[in-house]
Nanobody, 127 residues
């Protein structure tokens, strides 16, 4: 199994980016995919989750600005980020958790829940 995160880069505050998480070796219908981020000196935090088992999850800090979607034919999950702020600067990771419901926020936001992790993509927002 491999998760390949991509799409990070340098963007000005107020700008937009879309991250991609390409999964191979697993079937997206069987897994929840969650985007985490980790800023320098901070803990890794769950940002958004998508699963075929129920509604998506968005952290309060990104509601109204981020959206998550999936293309199961391409085995890819996307994180659309708009109105980016300097506090969104972080390395973004995608992770796969088998049979995980995104409505279970306690499990979704716990890094130990996940079976597989991607390598991370850096998002830098300049103010």
């Amino acid at each position: 199994v491999q998760l390949q995160a991509s799409g990070g880069g340098l963007v000005q505050a107020g700008g937009s980016l879309t991250l991609s998480c390409q999964a191979s070796g697993l079937i997206l219908d069987d897994y929840a995919i969650t985007w985490f981020r980790q800023a320098p000196g901070k803990e890794r935090e769950g940002v958004s989750c998508i699963s075929s088992l129920g509604p998506t999850y968005l952290a309060d800090s990104v509601k109204g600005r981020f959206a998550i979607s999936s293309d199961n034919r391409q085995n890819t999950v996307y994180l659309q980020m708009k109105n980016l702020k300097s506090e969104d600067t972080a390395v973004y990771y995608c992770a796969a958790g088998w049979s995980l419901m995104c409505s279970n926020t306690e499990l979704v936001t716990r890094t130990t829940t996940y079976d597989y992790w991607g390598q991370g993509t850096l998002v830098t927002v300049s103010s």
